[in-house]
């Protein structure tokens, strides 16, 4: 009898055991880090090709992805405190994009030479291959996925269906589970998270972008970007493509 019992409470601990781990996530906090390869951005230039041993390899930045009901909001992180000589602060790292994946709408606050645009569009259309490759990121399990955005540009995705909102860093989203990593080699970029937090985002954190700006939309913005740049050659189109990712 009182190996019955024992086996029985074995069992249920094993039962108790798979359904927490079968678990899944609606809300927290992801934390990301941003790269750039500053080595492959200043290949031809001969002139910051010589000044390699003095830039580092990477442009490093950190952001953090808020999730909740269907929506995300994708904010600045801590500030690195590595400056990369013979260049600008990236000033996209403060762009703040808010999703609301059910509604199918973003609103992205950017900077874009001196002015602040409010971009305000659906969510961007992207038709994902699925693929069989597998990849530990923060804990998780992530499916690997492979998208073209902008006619021509490959976005390497890794998303994990334990959390459920399909959101992801900048705008991209719409796999079946929140993505948790992005590499674009045109762009010599990645940005992978680091760390999920099951933290419930205080109420209003999660909110269309606010203060004063010029409203846009995608095509629109794509429209003056190549008005203004036509004659800035691979550098403008270059530029239009990290402006529009």
């Given at each position: 009898m009182m190996n019955k019992i024992i086996l029985l409470i074995f069992v249920l601990i094993i039962s108790l055991s798979g359904i927490a781990q079968s678990q899944f996530i609606s809300s927290g906090k992801i934390t990301f880090e941003k790269k750039v390869n500053i080595h492959k951005e200043i290949e031809g230039d001969s002139w910051l090709e010589n000044l390699k041993d003095k830039i580092p390899k990477y442009r490093t930045t950190f952001h953090l992805l808020y999730f909740a009901e269907g929506k995300t909001l994708f904010e600045k992180g801590e500030e690195s405190d590595i400056k990369i000589p013979f260049f600008d602060d990236d000033l996209s790292s403060d762009d703040i994009i808010y999703t609301d994946i059910k509604q199918g709408i973003f609103c992205k606050k950017q900077a874009v030479f001196d002015e602040t645009f409010l971009i305000s569009?659906?969510?961007?259309?992207?038709?994902?291959?699925?693929t069989?490759?597998?990849?530990?990121?923060?804990?998780?399990?992530?499916?690997?996925?492979?998208?073209?955005?902008?006619?021509?540009?490959?976005?390497?995705?890794?998303?994990?269906?334990?959390i459920t909102v399909e959101g992801g860093p900048l705008s991209y989203c719409k796999l079946p589970g929140m993505i948790l990593g992005i590499a674009i080699p045109r762009a010599n970029m990645s940005i992978f998270a680091t760390k999920v937090e099951l933290t419930e985002p205080k109420a209003g954190k999660i909110s269309i972008p606010k203060g004063k700006m010029k409203n846009?939309?995608?095509?629109?913005?794509?429209?003056?970007?190549?008005?203004?740049?036509?004659?800035?050659g691979s550098y403008g189109r270059k530029y239009i493509i990290n402006s529009l990712l």
């Open positions: 569009d659906s969510i961007r259309n992207i038709k994902w291959q699925m069989n490759e597998l990849r530990d990121i923060a804990g998780f399990e992530c499916h690997k996925a492979v998208g073209i955005i902008l006619d021509s540009v490959y976005v390497i995705a890794y998303y994990t269906d334990q846009t939309n995608y095509k629109d913005l794509n429209s003056t970007l190549q008005a203004a740049l036509k004659r800035w």
